[in-house]
């Protein structure tokens, strides 16, 4: 039998972290099917489980003027509903899966699952989102780019949960997201980007690129975002197949 947990306050699941260093399960769709052995077996938990489901400090959305606190355990669901979410992201949710799993789906979860396919991923790494991950003895903010360090591996200490995801407030002149897979949703994606620029006097004064599933991490395209910063559209357009030569190489 699998020992479990369920606190109902940040404070003591962190205890419980602590003492046991409990597996965090939070909506489990990424976590069960990581862990499944077989039909009618129960998934192989090594250690025990703590639910992160009566946490109420680890859901809500807040908003400020620069930045988005999204809780670790908010479903895909509710984001979908908020009014101050990106439409990138929205577009992004909606095609990762059925509405039964984006309910108990949560971005905490899909972030630690740490897969390179992951949707959300390649967004919130242009967004360049920070994670605030705490301890019972302290607490600390890591770049999501340092925080994920390969496939299903992350920098998060036995004793750590991550509370909470931080999106700073862009509003980019221009987006685009595209995912490929078999089927537009409920597929593992085989390449995805997503790229996001503002303009500034016909020029493009900021530019994030990013793509999945086509390394062990997410992959930020930042010499291409470099020598494309300045130009005119029609410019990058000219420049650009010699770019990907480049980053192919």
């Known amino acids: 039998m699998v020992e479990t947990y369920r606190p109902a306050s940040l404070s003591e699941l962190l205890s419980i972290r602590a003492e046991t260093g409990a597996i965090p399960f939070a909506g489990g769709t990424d976590l069960m099917v990581r862990l499944r052995r077989g039909a009618g077996i129960l998934p192989a ?48 949710l909606r095609e990762i899966a059925a509405p039964a799993l984006r309910n108990a789906a949560t971005l905490g979860g899909n972030i630690c699952n740490a897969s ?43 004793d750590e949960v991550l509370t909470g995801i931080r999106v700073p407030r862009w509003n980019p002149d221009i987006w685009y997201f595209r995912k490929v897979g078999t089927r ?44 494309c910063n300045g130009l005119y559209p029609v410019e990058i357009n000219r420049i650009l197949p010699s770019l990907l030569d480049e980053f192919r190489g």
Request: charged share 20%; glycine share 6%; with cysteine.
């Open 45 to 92: 938990f090594e250690r025990p489980v703590v639910f992160l489901d009566l946490c109420e400090q680890l859901k809500g959305i807040e908003t400020s003027d620069t930045d988005l606190l999204i809780g670790a355990a908010a479903s895909m669901s509710e984001l979908l509903d908020h009014p101050a979410v990106h439409p990138a992201l929205k577009r992004i």
């Open 116 to 158: 390179p396919a992951a949707d959300t991923l390649p967004f919130l790494y242009a967004f360049d989102a920070m994670l605030e991950l705490a301890s019972v003895e302290s607490s600390r903010s890591v770049a999501i780019a340092d925080f994920i360090s390969g496939p299903g591996s992350t920098i998060l200490n036995a």
């Open 184 to 227: 537009k949703a409920n597929a593992l994606t085989k390449i995805s980007f997503a790229g996001f620029a503002d303009k500034r006097d016909g020029r493009i004064s900021r530019l994030t690129l990013t793509l999945g599933s086509v390394f062990a991490t997410i992959v930020r395209l930042h010499s291409i975002e470099e020598s």
